[in-house]
């Protein structure tokens, strides 16, 4: 991120509740903090940030209803939801943030994941239960 920033001269954005693994990677360089429901705008865009902690404390999506989608990072991927399995994830609380946060965007919106391929809200949703029995 740091190199990307100074590349491309573009701000690093970050929920103030990841701090704590910024610094394990990168000291204390400097970050603009972004918050639960804030607007950006990206070339005229709006950009909506979800918090959606669970695969961290900080996670966060960005919602772009004008382009249907929403870029989900590691919170919910084709298949189901992020990897929860460190000290500072959880798996009921990604699950919350999924359910309760990403649940309302509406079901054909596009879900562009950190990585592997894309999705749809409503294709992912019909499983929650299925996540929910798994309990991982």
């Known amino acids: ?3 990307l920033s100074k590349d491309f001269d573009a701000p690093i954005l970050l929920n103030p509740a990841d701090t704590m693994l910024w610094e394990m990677t990168h000291g204390d360089r400097g970050f603009r903090a972004i918050e639960d ?3 950006l705008k990206a070339d005229g865009i709006e950009l909506h940030a979800i918090a959606t902690p669970g695969h961290s404390p900080g996670s966060t999506c960005l919602y772009a209803p004008a ?3 929403v ?3 590691d919170t919910l991927f084709q298949g189901g939801p992020g990897a929860t ?9 990604i699950l919350g943030s999924i359910r309760d946060k990403l649940g309302r965007l509406p079901a054909d919106t ?6 592997g391929d894309s999705t749809r809200i409503g294709d ?3 499983n929650y239960d299925e996540w929910v029995a798994r309990g991982h």
Not at 85 to 93: A, M, V
Request: net charge negative.
């Open 124 to 126: 992912e949703l019909v």
């Open 71 to 73: 870029f989900s990072g």
């Open 85 to 93: 399995g460190r000290s500072f994830s959880d798996f009921p609380t």
């Open 37 to 39: 429901d804030q607007v």
């Open 1 to 3: 991120a740091p190199q």
């Open 67 to 69: 382009l249907g989608a």
């Open 110 to 115: 596009v879900v562009y994941t950190g990585h």
